[in-house]
């Protein structure tokens, strides 16, 4: 098993950063992609970002410029950089970790942690 817990989540003004983190530990094997997802309350959770294993990244096109998803692989670390936060919006934001594991590919997801953008 792996255990993701997000990290750095919290209050900012609009216009502001903030950086989240997600540390994978137990069970961390060879990694396929690397994901961070966000819900609002009453929606459905929605990818933000990922990262694959080659390297390649996507952003959705609303947080495209704003947000910067990275990795410490070494540390085994995920993290997202948010900048010029937009006002009134409230999120809770879970990474997974999609991994290789005998012959398959298992998803974990962390316990999320919640964002608020408010003045």
């Known amino acids: 098993q792996v255990q993701l817990v997000e990290s750095g989540g919290g209050l900012v003004q609009p216009g502001g950063s903030l950086r989240l983190s997600c540390a994978a530990s137990g069970a961390v094997g060879s990694v396929n992609a690397w994901s961070w997802y966000r819900q609002a309350p009453g929606q459905p959770r929605d990818l933000v970002a990922d990262?694959?294993?080659?390297?390649?990244?996507q952003y959705i096109a609303a947080v495209k410029g704003r947000f910067t998803i990275s990795s410490d692989n070494a540390k085994n670390i995920l993290y997202l950089q948010r900048d010029n936060l937009k006002p009134e919006a409230t999120d809770v934001y879970y990474c997974?970790?999609?991994?290789?594991?005998?012959?398959?590919?298992?998803?974990?997801w962390g316990n999320g942690t919640l964002v608020t953008v408010s003045s």
């Open positions: 990262t694959a294993y080659n390297g390649y990244i």
């Open positions: 997974k970790r999609q991994q290789h594991e005998g012959s398959t590919w298992v998803d974990y």
